[in-house]
């Protein structure tokens, strides 16, 4: 599927099912990994279930942008200012974060054992 294909499906799904219930999918894709991967560390679940949870958490992301342009249009553009600039803040922390876990990784590598 391509990124416009997506783009369009998750819109439709936000139309269709409604603002809060798309978001309250978000949060319970998310908590169904947190329990999966809990239980996989624990001996009692699957990879397969890991796996399941991870991609419906990855697909569920996707929807976060579309949903903050929709609570926008909602409320009349109030929040178009912060919407906009969601992606390129989820950038510049994704990217702040991977240098402080390289930076992390390099210092527990360069202790003695």
Same mark, same amino acid.
């Given at each position: 599927?391509?990124?416009?294909? @997506?783009?369009?499906? /998750? *819109?439709?799904m936000i139309?269709?099912?409604? /603002?809060?219930?798309?978001?309250? *999918?978000?949060?319970?894709?998310?908590?169904? @990994?947190?329990?999966?991967?809990?239980?996989?560390?624990?001996g009692r679940?699957? @990879?397969?279930?890991?796996?399941?949870? =991870?991609?419906?958490? +990855?697909? &569920? @992301?996707?929807? /976060?942008?579309?949903?903050?342009? #929709? /609570? +926008?249009? #909602?409320?009349?553009?109030? %929040?178009?200012? *912060?919407?906009?600039? %969601?992606?390129? &803040? =989820? +950038?510049?922390?994704? *990217? &702040?974060?991977?240098?402080?876990?390289?930076?992390?990784?390099?210092?527990?590598?360069?202790?003695?054992?």
């Amino acid at each position: 599927m391509t990124h416009e294909e @997506l783009t369009g499906l /998750i *819109k439709r799904m936000i139309r269709i099912v409604g /603002i809060e219930a798309d978001a309250r *999918k978000v949060t319970e894709e998310c908590a169904e @990994l947190v329990v999966a991967l809990s239980r996989y560390l624990d001996g009692r679940g699957t @990879l397969q279930e890991l796996a399941e949870e =991870t991609a419906d958490v +990855s697909i &569920m @992301l996707e929807h /976060i942008p579309h949903l903050l342009e #929709a /609570i +926008s249009r #909602a409320r009349n553009g109030q %929040f178009v200012e *912060k919407a906009e600039g %969601f992606e390129s &803040m =989820t +950038s510049y922390y994704r *990217k &702040m974060k991977l240098q402080r876990l390289r930076q992390r990784v390099e210092h527990a590598e360069a202790k003695p054992c």
